[in-house]
C-alpha cells in the first residue's frame, strides 16, 4: 500500500473545466506501474460511460447505481414531456435539465456528476477507490473536452450529409 500512496500523491490534481489533462491511456500505464494485478484489472473495467452495475464493488458500483438513477429519471423527465404531463423530480435537480440548450444541460449534468464524485473522495486518500474516483472524474474531463463547438458542428454537418446521401441513394 506504500506505493500507493507514492502514486496518489504523484498523480495531477483534477479540477473542473481543466483542459490540461493526462491522458486516459497515460494514467491507466503509471497505474499499472504501481498497482497489484487484481487492482489494475478492476480500475481498467472503470468506464464512466457503462451504465450496469453487475459484479463491480465499491465506489465505482456506487457510482453505476447513482448513474443508473440519473438515466432513469431523464428517461422518465423526458417521456413525460413527450407525452404531456408533468414530471416531479425525485433525486435531480429540475433546473439542471429545464434551463438551456442541449449542450448546457449537457454539461450541467456532467458537472452533476463531477460533484457526486467529489463528495465521496474524504477517506479515500490512496485505496482503490481513491483511484477509481481519479479515473471516472478524469473520463468525465475528456468527454467536456470534446464539447468544443468547432467539432460539434463538423460532426452535425458530417451526420445531415450522411444522411442526406443515404436518403437519396434510398429513394435511388
Not at 95 to 101: F, P, R, S
Not at 112 to 140: A, P, T
Amino acid at each position: 500500500m506504500d506505493k500507493y500512496i507514492y502514486f496518489a500523491t504523484e498523480m495531477p490534481g483534477l479540477k473542473w473545466g481543466s483542459e490540461q489533462l493526462l491522458s486516459e491511456e497515460d494514467f491507466l500505464e503509471e497505474a499499472g506501474k504501481w498497482m497489484t494485478p487484481a487492482d489494475y484489472a478492476s480500475l481498467s473495467e472503470t468506464l464512466a460511460n457503462r451504465y450496469e452495475a453487475q459484479n463491480m464493488s465499491g465506489m465505482y458500483n456506487d457510482f453505476l447505481l447513482f448513474e443508473n438513477e440519473v438515466r432513469s429519471e431523464l428517461a422518465k423527465y423526458r417521456r413525460a414531456a413527450k407525452e404531456g404531463y408533468e414530471f416531479k423530480f425525485l433525486h435531480l435537480p429540475p433546473q439542471l435539465i429545464k434551463d438551456g440548450n442541449p449542450l448546457e444541460i449537457e454539461l450541467k449534468l456532467m458537472k452533476y456528476r463531477w460533484d457526486w464524485l467529489e463528495e465521496r473522495e474524504f477517506g479515500h486518500y490512496s485505496d482503490l477507490d481513491f483511484f477509481v474516483l481519479y479515473y471516472l472524474k478524469l473520463q468525465l474531463l475528456q468527454r467536456v473536452a470534446t464539447f468544443k463547438r468547432e467539432l460539434g458542428e463538423e460532426a452535425f454537418e458530417k451526420l445531415i450529409k450522411q444522411n442526406i446521401e443515404n436518403k437519396d441513394e434510398a429513394s435511388s
